[in-house]
């Protein structure tokens, strides 16, 4: 992709399309389908061209351009730039229009290209560098966006019309301001002169006993008619140290462009090695080179290379002088005596012999013409029963068979792509399981299989089709997207470095296997999501490649880079060492990061840092962390008690990924440890609060969020989770496929189990905390919406949690400035019982939530005065009572990321001011439900009555001075084990 240094005047004239059309942020006119409701925008003018846009309470505001009425055609401009700077803190700022795909032509390859039915939607998101306090410049390149290739357009995405966004961002410290204010100056359309760029894949490496020197191509080429003076400036940030320019040298270089010319110009950089070897391995430095036009009356600071319109840095690295290269002797001297330390070891070594045995049998290859689909279509038709997932063998491109209806699917162009998606995945998890199992017996059948897959990829690699070249996301050969490529990376540069001392790999066939390995990683480097778990697999496959083929410059841009491994862990998750997506992608971004650090350290290279353990330690604290990855290396670096239970954990379960770990870094001996209670923990910068009560074998935990949703499908806070030993038991609309039919409904507050009004979705705004009782026999939290800021405007809400005994217990309390519809969502998993007779509701029905879209259906419903009892398929049971009568009401809806059908009950109160409910669920227990009271529920105290067959348990939360605390005492009567609503009406 090419950058611009840009006319300063505003139009030509000879009449010609405007060179720049400045953009006046106050032309925004309101559209009633884009602009959220309740939520004016904030926006005012400093002076000419300066604007401060103000989030006074972090919620999201949007501006609509009609670009039309003011006679802006986007096809005429190549850029929209504008300088931005932050305060309070972070924002991102989104860019959505429709009409220009067709003007997408940059970043050509040399292969057919597939668009896709996108409906020409592109989408630009602030993915750069924003320090707070400082000014930045960011460009949103016209021919060439994040996502587009991905979106359909919608009646939001009308042709003529511009969006632009600004969302609260938030690092998950305490004591973050809700407020959002940012400053954008200079908001412009431009056309382009002259184009900046360099390719990744280019640069020349020489490094002997002399010296150490990096040659990167930057391109120059002058678009216009008239000749063109400039000015570059190799180091234009001054960030080199210890290695220098030599060539074109270390000041400006002047130059004039003749018209249309293009220039390559050679940037050298070097160092002598006798100071390279004194420095860390992989130490590195940036450097970035700016062009100036020489007379252009409104320069500003320069043009820089772009990668995905981001800054692209030059990176001068020092190389890992000694490499590591197992043998198959080597490999097998250094297992014997571990084996015989740790069972684990020895059952892992013949399960990696078989694993390979079974890829020997089979013969892969590139399909034609067939671009690469997301393995979510992988579904049948009928029953979406997954198909084979993750096969051993090569699936059939053609043909696609489900057991569960014994049907065959053919002639479905998502499922054949779907087929070539996994093909792949096999591919790669072919090629490190036989590289690793040749390392492990010797057997060089099983490196000459992994090299034929390699090759196979390599012979074709420039002949495999992809998405499409104008989205950063979408130019992977290897996947149908970034991600999926970044999954398979990895796979296949381990497996080819266990292959390095292969006796049959030759010269030929290593430098075209390196070139297939580079080109991808190029191309993932594109594509930038911030601190996220694409962000941290994109950065291990970046990495990966790099060490493995000591391509120096991917390597320090994955670790050291904006967004690269190490500014990931500081601020891609939250003081407590938490991902900005807990109940999803913490644990995806973290497994990535940790399989990193482990190559790394395989390697010689410790990025064990202090940032990283911040995460294993939040991990701990979250719970679940050797689901995610394995504590093997790490307790080996750290050496932390606190991740026994977990290394414990991880032995017993033997799987192959912690197994391998242990054989190749981990300590075979760790002290044993005792079974003590688990602790409830509350993490205050994310706003996350672990009910937990049990033993570490068994216990029970409620997960409840007031800051931070735990995963973007899940906008809502206050939102509850029921698990039993981290399974969890309640159900949900949660993560669907992104193309299914319904699947914005997973983001609606009522697919999910939390208060709704009006059948309206929860503002995107945060709670507080109230109170935090983390006793280890009866925990108890309590949150509150801001008083200032509400979830719904003009309601205020308190959601109480605790575990009382084997119950779970949710109480919740609604006011409102004026008579509402409040319903209370409850999702079990698939059918629910409702123990009241149901009819079917009036078409009128108000009130439910995307009825529009028929998220839920074939609402059924009944008066039931203050009580109901509900059974869920599952075996979870719930009893649901108040202070005031209510109805309850059951429909049917869908869950899961492949819609399964699934029961919604919810309860009602409509056209109140006030409402409280109290319940209690239970699953894998034989007692009865506890008798529920609601005693007290004024402005200033609530007391709730909990009474099980052994104790009543009274919580009784403080209002005015936040607190809650908890009593009880022995039944003097016994509870029945069944219970109609007629016997609970006390």
């Known amino acids: ?30 559209d009633p389908t884009l602009q959220k409701p309740g939520v004016p925008v904030d926006i005012e003018v400093l002076e000419p061209d300066v ?11 949007t501006l609509t351009f009609d670009l039309s009425k003011l006679g802006v055609d986007l096809k005429d401009f190549d850029e929209f730039r504008f300088d931005m700077k932050p305060v309070d803190g972070p924002v991102l700022l989104h860019a959505t229009t429709v009409g220009i795909a067709e003007k997408k032509a940059g970043h050509e390859k040399k292969t057919v290209m597939h668009e896709g039915e996108s409906g020409g939607v592109s989408s630009w998101y602030s993915k750069f560098k924003q320090p707070i306090g400082q000014w930045t410049e960011g460009r949103f390149d016209l021919r060439i966006d994040d996502d587009g290739s991905f979106l359909t357009a919608s009646e939001s995405h009308r042709e003529g019309l511009l969006t632009l966004e600004l969302y609260s961002q938030t690092f998950g410290k305490q004591g973050e301001k809700k407020i959002r204010r940012v400053f954008i100056k200079n908001p412009r359309f431009v056309k382009r002169i002259i184009n900046v760029d360099f390719d990744l894949t280019k640069v020349e490496q020489h490094i002997d006993s002399d010296r150490v020197t990096y040659t990167y191509p930057l391109e120059l080429k002058n678009n216009t008619q008239q000749s063109q003076s400039i000015t570059l400036d190799p180091d234009s940030q001054k960030t080199l140290h210890f290695f220098h320019v030599t060539n074109p040298g270390p000041d400006a ?24 070897v004194a420095l860390p391995a992989l130490y590195s430095e940036r450097f970035l080179p700016r062009v100036h036009l020489d007379q252009n009356p409104r320069q500003e600071t320069g043009v820089y290379p772009l990668l995905g319109y981001r800054p692209n840095d030059m990176w001068a690295v020092v190389p890992m002088f ?29 399960w990696v012999i078989r694993s390979a045995e079974e890829r020997l049998k089979y013969d892969w290859e590139i399909p034609q013409n067939i671009v690469p689909g997301h393995i979510a279509n992988y579904r049948c038709l009928d029953c979406r029963q997954k198909l084979r997932q993750w096969p051993y063998k090569p699936l059939d491109i053609r043909n696609h068979y489900c057991a569960v209806c014994d049907k065959t699917f053919s002639g479905v162009e998502r499922m054949d792509q779907a087929a070539v998606q996994l093909n ?5 998890k072919a090629v490190r399981t036989l590289g690793l199992a040749w390392l492990l017996s010797g057997n060089d059948a099983y490196a000459k299989k992994a090299m034929e897959i390699l090759l196979v990829f390599a012979d074709n690699y420039d002949r495999m089709p992809y998405k499409s070249a104008r989205s950063t996301s979408a130019s992977t050969r290897l996947g149908c997207n970034t991600l999926l490529s970044s999954y398979i990376l990895p796979d296949l540069a381990e497996g080819y470095q266990f292959l390095s001392s292969y006796a049959g790999l030759s010269k030929a066939s290593d430098q075209k296997v390196k070139q297939m390995l580079i080109a991808e990683a190029a191309e993932v480097a594109r594509h930038c999501v911030l601190y996220s778990n694409m962000s941290s697999e994109a950065m291990r496959a970046r990495g990966t490649v790099g060490i493995v083929t000591g391509y120096w410059p991917l390597v320090g841009k994955a670790i050291h880079g904006d967004f690269g491994h190490h500014e990931l862990l ?68 750290y050496r932390d008690s606190l991740y026994l239970p977990l290394l414990t954990e991880e032995r017993k379960k033997q799987a192959a990924n912690s197994a391998e770990h242990l054989a190749l870094t981990g300590i075979l001996g760790i002290p044993e440890v005792s079974t003590e209670n688990v602790a409830s923990a509350i993490m205050k910068g994310t706003g996350y609060i672990y009910l937990r009560k049990g033993t570490p074998n068994d216990y029970r935990e409620i997960k409840l969020n007031y800051i931070k949703y735990f995963d973007r499908t899940e906008k809502d806070r206050f939102s509850t989770f029921f698990y039993e030993n981290q399974k969890r038991i309640d159900g949900g609309v949660n993560r669907m496929s992104y193309g299914d039919r319904n699947v914005h409904f997973m983001y609606a507050t009522a697919a ?39 979830l719904y405007e003009g309601v205020q809400q308190i959601r109480a949690t605790a575990l009382v005994e084997d119950f779970y217990i949710v109480f919740d309390k609604i006011t409102s400035e004026k008579p509402v519809t409040i319903d209370r969502f409850q999702y079990g998993l698939k059918k629910a019982t409702v123990q009241n007779t149901l009819m079917p509701v009036a078409d009128d029905f108000p009130y439910v939530a995307q009825k529009e879209h028929d998220a839920i259906t074939n609402i059924t419903g009944a008066p039931s005065e203050k009580l109901v009892l ?47 409910f109290l319940a209690a669920f239970s699953h894998g227990t034989d007692k009865p439900l506890p008798q529920l009271q609601i005693i007290s529920n004024s402005p200033h105290e609530i007391l709730l009555s909990i009474a099980t067959r052994e104790k009543t348990y009274r919580i009784n939360i403080n209002l005015p001075e936040e607190t809650v605390s908890v009593t009880h005492v022995g039944n003097e009567r016994k509870i029945p084990n069944t219970e109609t609503s007629e016997q609970a009406k006390d």
């Open 51 to 61: 604007y401060v846009w103000t989030l006074p309470d972090g919620i999201t505001q």
């Open 1 to 30: 992709m090419f950058l611009m240094l840009w006319v300063g005047f505003v139009a030509v004239a000879t009449g010609q399309a405007a060179e720049v059309y400045q953009l006046n942020l106050t032309d925004h006119v309101p």
């Open 752 to 790: 999910h189990n939390a208060i709704v009004i009006n059948g309206q979705d929860q503002r995107e705004t945060t709670g507080e905390l109230l109170a935090f009782h983390p006793d280890v026999e009866l925990p108890v939290a309590v949150i509150q919406t801001d008083p200032h800021v509400p």
């Open 253 to 276: 270089l002047s130059m004039v462009l003749e018209p249309h010319e293009t220039r390559v110009v050679p940037i050298r950089v070097s160092m002598a090695s006798n100071k390279a």
């Open 570 to 637: 500081d601020k891609g998750f939250s003081e407590e060492g938490i991902g900005h997506e807990a109940g999803a992608y913490h644990l995806a971004a973290f497994r990535a990061a940790n399989e990193f650090a482990y190559f790394a350290y395989r390697n010689g290279v410790n990025l064990y840092t202090e940032n990283l353990k911040r995460v294993f330690d939040g991990s701990v604290i979250a719970g679940g962390a050797y689901a995610a990855t394995s504590y093997e290396t790490a307790y080996s670096v």
């Open 322 to 350: 000694t490499r590591i290269s197992w043998t198959p002797k080597s490999m097998q001297a250094f297992l014997k005596p571990r084996t015989l330390g740790q069972p684990v070891i020895a059952k892992w070594m013949p």
């Open 424 to 428: 792949y995945f096999s591919m790669g």
């Open 870 to 916: 509900i059974d869920f398929e599952n075996g979870m049971k719930m009893k649901l009572v108040s202070d005031k009568s209510f109805d309850i009401y059951k429909g049917e809806t869908y869950g899961g990321q492949w819609q399964g059908d699934m029961d919604v009950t919810f309860a009602r109160m409509a056209d109140s001011t006030q409402g409280a």
